[in-house]
């Protein structure tokens, strides 16, 4: 493996990680900011948030744990490569 490769897998995870990270985190703003787009009742606006919310905690969870994943097998990949060299 050569450096390149390495550090462009290492900014791979990270990024997906950092993604994953901020919507997690975030989940409940941006659902909230999504939902206040379109007019709706009461009951249909809470119902959009829930939804929204849960959107945003699914896709943040898949790309943080892609991310996390991703640098664990490089830095493994790295450390058995250069220990049979």
């Known amino acids: 493996m050569t450096k390149e490769n390495y550090y462009r897998f290492v900014t791979i995870g990270l990024t997906s990680s950092v993604i994953g990270f901020i919507l997690l985190f975030f989940s409940t703003n941006f659902g909230t900011l999504m939902a206040d787009k ?48």
């Open 38 to 85: 379109g007019r709706s009742d009461p009951d249909m606006f809470h119902i959009r948030v829930e939804s929204y919310i849960n959107n945003f905690l699914v896709s943040g969870g898949i790309l943080f744990g892609i991310g996390l994943v991703t640098l664990i097998l490089i830095h493994y990949i790295k450390m058995t490569i250069t220990e049979e060299q």
